[in-house]
Structure formats: C-alpha cells, structure tokens
C-alpha cells in the first residue's frame, strides 16, 4: 500500500514544509529499522510505499535548527485502497501551543458513498480554522481531505480525528449501508378531502394501514413501478400508482375514497349507468382557457366542478332500450341501415329527445362549459383527440378522397373507434355533433345568465365537436355551432350525457 500526502504550516492554508523526514511503522514491528521512509519535496509533498495494511505510526521528523516541531501520530492504513492520503499541518516552534481545537458535527451518520463537511474551531486563535489543523480518519469507514470533506466508502464504525500542536478533538463517525429499496408515502383522503384513518392500502402484497390523519408509508420496496390499492369498509376501493427507486421516497397523490353510492368520483374512475349501461368517466374540477382567437372569443378563464360524463355518445342500442322502456318516438333516420348500427351513434335527434333521455338515464346534457373543459383533455388541446393534433387515425371528419387512416367510414363510426383524449373520453372531435343544454348566447360563458335555462323551448341551443362531415374547423374544442332545438332530420347530430355528482 502507498501513503501519500503532503505537510504543511498550520499557520498557512498552503505553505508546504520541504526536507521534512516521513517515517512510518506498523504498530505490530517493534525495530526503527522496519520504517517506511520518504523526505517532501520543496512543497511539501510526500509519498511512502510498501506500507502494510493496518495501524501504523507516522514520524514527522526535521532538521534540528527547523522552525517546526517533530510530529508523531497514529494512522490506519485500509487493505481495500492502494492509496491512503495524509495531510500533516506543522506547528512553528515559534507560535504558542494552542489550548484547544474542537471538531464538528459531532457523533454523525452517513450513508455510504455520500460525504459530510466537517469543521474545526481552535483557541484561542479563531483565526486557525479546519485547514489549519491535521485531520484524520481512524477505521476503515471512508478518506478526508485537506477542506474536511469526509468521503464515506464503507459501512461501520469509526472517527475523524482534528489535531493541531498537542490540542487533540475526535468524534465518533458511523456509516450506514447505501439502500437498496425505496419508500412509498401518501394519504388516503375521503371525498370532502377529510383524511381516512385504518384504511388499507396495498402495494404489490405489501400492505399498511392509514394513522388517524390518514397518511401511510410503506418502506423496503424493491425498485420498480407499484399499483397501490386502497380499500376501508363502506367505501369504494381506488388505486394510485407509484415508481420507487432507490433511496428515495416517492410521495403518492391522495387516494380518495367514495361512500359506497356517492356519485363523488376520482380523476379517471369508470362507472356504469345502470340505467343504460353507459360507462361514465369522472371528470375532475378544474380551472381552462375557454374559447380560441380567432375561433370563439374572447378567450376567458372558466372553473369547472367535476361531473360524470358519458365516455361516448349514446348509442342506437341505448336509444333503442329508452324507447322501449318509455314508448318515445324513433328518431328520424332509425329505420335507416346507414346510421343505425347497434353501436353507432343515434342522430336525427331532436334537442328535446336528447333531453328526455338523459332525463330517463338518471344524467342530463353537459353544459357547454363542460363539454369544452373534457374536450380539452386537461391540457387544453386544440383537439379532442389523444395528442390534441387531428389526423384520420386520431378522429372521423370530413375527408372523401383519403381514408387511408383508421378513418373508414364515410358516416358515423362506431362509437370509441379513435384512442381516447387524456381524459378518457371518446369522439368529442368528430364523429357526430353533440347536443349541449346551453342556449347559444356570446361570450363569455356565465352559467347565471339565463343561457342554462333548460325551460326556454325557442331559443338555439349550442352543438359541440364536429362530425364526420365536417372539416377540421369545426372540430377544435372551441368551435360552437348555433342550432335549433327542434331540428330532427340532421344524420350527423347526436348527443352524450353527463352527471352531477
């Protein structure tokens, strides 16, 4: 093994001590014969090699006219390094011996392959500071350098040790093991966002239980992505998800649960309308830019509570058991086999039929507030499509010459043909226009202002999204169409629903 290193003036950051006499010696040899020897250069550098592994006695030795002291100390040489460096800081013969030097922290833990700066005080000359004094490192728990960085490299039980002249401090170092799993923490929260204590939460077979302000960790998780279940009596499960790595605490969104029956969801939970069998996506609160320059204006903030929405437009089938159950009317084009497959969008409606089954439903019409704020996905997409850009693999619009792309239907498609937009919602751009509850008043929206008056049976009512005849101008999330609410012979007008909670 090689020591090396250099010695310098304890009085000086970097005055080194040239012709000074290195010796070292293991402990266990008890001739002088048996040193290891090197003498520093001009600024005071040395190297020592052939040093045995273990504790040893370095011997700083001068000339006897030198202005420094002789310095003798302990230090232990690792087997697992080639090298070990010590610096050595001299006291002038001529500068008074200093009463006390005084190392911090004290007593501290750290992880191996993480390091911690250390200091040193020295009376009574403040002015001497942690580069002014000899540091050393007793067992083999890691290196410090000249500034008093110690460098931890392996685990266990050990000591930096501060010297300077016959003034001594020293304190107890421990290394910890570098982990090697993770953390996951978080809340589980009720609707109202009240926190949910003795909940259960699940994450790949681990399982914890929530403390009385509902929060949870679960520790020694190997790396890796974790679905995270939660579950209490008397209230819906809901998952979250988490990737843990190493050494870290992932902190987990609230999970929310709802009271069984409760119609309050959580961002992306599906439920069925057991009226229809319609899947109603949760859509959460939020705050958008409603309207588009250039396209509707002016462009304004809108807040949105979350509501239940249908992830696709009511279906034929769907009108087909509302019909049957309340002995309404068939729409215009129902006996007409271009547009009344099972799973086709129903069009040929009337503002007053879509109203009347979303009453039959247990749902009504989404506002056109809403409507917009699910269209845009929660990003404010242009489009209501799965990137917000619009092609003919992401929606079905007006296009007859190219249908090279998963559009090819010349008429409505079946609903949920396209991928979803970020909120889980289908064909909002194209396919069929949608029926909002809103009258077609101007901007800005204002829910108060008579334009959700759903008793007013004169006024134009607003449809949404485009078709599959229209071109892309219409499809932006901000386009809005001004239309009557009797008109019954449109076969690209349609509807979805949406629920309060």
């Known amino acids: 093994m090689t020591v090396s290193g250099r010695v310098l003036d304890a009085t000086s950051e970097e005055?080194?001590?040239?012709?000074?006499?290195?010796?070292?010696?293991?402990?266990?040899?008890?001739?002088?014969?048996?040193?290891?020897?090197?003498?520093?250069?001009?600024?005071?550098?040395y190297v020592v090699e052939e040093v045995q592994p273990g504790k040893c006695m370095m011997e700083i030795r001068l000339p006897a006219d030198s202005r420094y002291n002789t310095l003798q100390i302990e230090i232990e040489v690792p087997g697992d390094r080639p090298t070990t460096s010590v610096w050595v800081r001299l006291l002038g013969k001529d500068v008074p011996e200093p009463t006390s030097v005084t190392i911090s922290p004290k007593s501290p833990s750290v992880q191996a392959g993480q390091t911690l700066q250390f200091t040193a005080v020295v009376a009574p000359n403040p002015q001497m500071k942690v580069t002014h004094v000899t540091l050393l490192v007793q067992g083999d728990i890691g290196t410090i350098n000249a500034q008093g960085l110690f460098t931890a490299t392996k685990p266990g039980t050990g000591s930096v040790v501060a010297l300077v002249g016959t003034a001594t401090d020293s304190t107890t170092v421990t290394v910890t093991p570098q982990p090697t799993t993770g953390t996951i923490t978080g809340r589980v929260a009720?609707?109202?966002?009240?926190?949910?204590?003795?909940?259960?939460?699940?994450?790949?077979?681990?399982?914890?239980?929530?403390a009385a302000?509902?929060?949870?960790?679960?520790?020694?998780?190997?790396?890796?992505?974790?679905?995270?279940?939660?579950?209490?009596?008397?209230?819906?499960?809901?998952?979250?998800?988490?990737?843990?790595?190493?050494?870290?605490?992932?902190?987990?969104d609230d999970v929310t649960l709802t009271v069984v029956g409760s119609d309050t969801g959580t961002a992306g939970e599906v439920r069925t309308n057991p009226a229809d069998g319609a899947e109603m996506i949760w859509?959460?609160?939020?705050?958008?830019?409603?309207?588009?320059?250039?396209?509707?204006?002016?462009?304004?903030?809108?807040?949105?509570?979350?509501?239940?929405?249908y992830r696709s437009e009511v279906t034929n089938a769907q009108y087909g058991q509302f019909?049957?159950?309340?002995?309404?009317?068939?729409?215009?084009?129902?006996?007409?086999?271009?547009?009344?497959?099972?799973?086709?969008?129903?069009?040929?409606?009337?503002?007053?039929?879509?109203?009347?089954?979303?009453?039959?439903?247990?749902?009504?019409?989404?506002?056109?507030?809403?409507?917009?704020?699910?269209?845009?996905?929660?990003?404010q997409f242009e489009y209501a499509t799965s990137t917000g850009q619009l092609s003919h693999d992401l929606a079905n619009y007006d296009d007859y010459y190219d249908k090279a792309g998963v559009d090819q239907w010349y008429y409505a498609s079946p609903v949920g043909s396209f991928p979803a937009n970020p909120f889980g919602v289908y064909d909002m751009s194209g396919n069929v226009w949608e029926w909002c509850s809103s009258i077609y008043m101007s901007y800005p929206y204002s829910a108060t202002d008579g334009r959700e008056n759903m008793q007013n049976t004169f006024s134009s009512r607003v449809l949404r999204g485009?078709?599959?005849?229209?071109?892309?101008?219409?499809?932006?999330?901000?386009t809005r169409y001004d239309y009557s609410p009797g008109k019954h012979y449109a076969v690209y007008v349609g509807f979805r629903c949406a629920r309060s909670p």
């Open 466 to 478: 485009g078709s599959y005849y229209t071109d892309s101008y219409y499809l932006r999330c901000a």
């Open 190 to 210: 009720d609707e109202h966002s009240l926190p949910l204590a003795g909940a259960t939460v699940q994450a790949n077979g681990t399982q914890v239980t929530t």
């Open 15 to 45: 005055t080194g001590v040239g012709g000074a006499e290195v010796l070292i010696t293991e402990q266990s040899r008890a001739a002088r014969q048996g040193s290891k020897r090197d003498v520093t250069d001009a600024d005071g550098y």
């Open 283 to 309: 859509i959460p609160a939020g705050t958008f830019s409603m309207g588009q320059e250039g396209v509707t204006t002016p462009v304004h903030q809108q807040t949105v509570a979350g509501f239940w929405l």
């Open 323 to 379: 019909m049957q159950a309340t002995g309404h009317a068939a729409p215009y084009f129902w006996n007409n086999s271009t547009f009344n497959g099972a799973q086709q969008p129903i069009v040929g409606v009337t503002w007053f039929d879509a109203k009347a089954y979303a009453e039959w439903a247990g749902s009504r019409l989404p506002t056109e507030a809403e409507w917009e704020y699910a269209a845009r996905g929660g990003q």
């Open 213 to 252: 302000d509902g929060t949870y960790t679960i520790t020694n998780l190997s790396p890796g992505w974790y679905s995270l279940t939660a579950s209490k009596t008397g209230y819906n499960s809901a998952t979250q998800s988490a990737t843990v790595s190493v050494g870290q605490v992932a902190m987990v």
